[in-house]
């Protein structure tokens, strides 16, 4: 946590522009800050009947994966936290700014070793569509 607040990457829906941005600013303060790529590779898969995104807590495993870094406050971090529900842990990620800063931040990560369905290749980057 920083003197502003939580920052907090996001790789999916939660993005500006995507299905879920609203939940960012439903319950305390959210904050874009920048966009970042994660400084390992990690493997972003689409998974389930919704092919919703996970990020798998297999780092060095897929590519480095573009989002966005949010500053919260904490009841805004507690309510993502809920919606985000259990299939999802918060965890310790770095990232790299347009600048070249090293950001500390968390990220919702799923269990790598979930029997799950993915589908098609780990991507780079969530699309829009």
């Known amino acids: 946590m920083t003197e502003a607040g939580h920052l907090l990457f996001v790789y999916g ?3 500006r522009g995507y299905p879920n941005e609203h939940e960012l600013r439903v319950k305390g303060t959210a904050a874009f ?3 970042a790529i994660t400084m390992s590779p990690y493997p972003l898969a689409i998974t389930n009947q919704y092919f919703r995104p996970w990020l798998l ?8 994966v573009a989002g966005e870094v ?4 904490d009841a805004c971090l507690e309510y993502v936290d809920a919606f985000e ?3 999802f ?5 770095s990232v790299e700014a347009p600048n070249g800063d090293i950001l500390s931040c968390t990220s ?6 979930r029997n799950e369905e993915w589908h098609g290749p780990f991507l780079t980057k969530y699309p829009k569509e």
């Open 13 to 15: 829906t939660l993005q």
């Open 33 to 35: 800050k920048c966009e």
């Open 57 to 64: 807590d297999k780092q060095g495993l897929g590519h480095q």
């Open 70 to 73: 949010w500053v919260l406050d």
């Open 85 to 87: 529900g259990k299939d």
């Open 89 to 93: 842990t918060r965890t310790p990620i």
């Open 108 to 113: 919702y990560l799923v269990n790598y070793e």
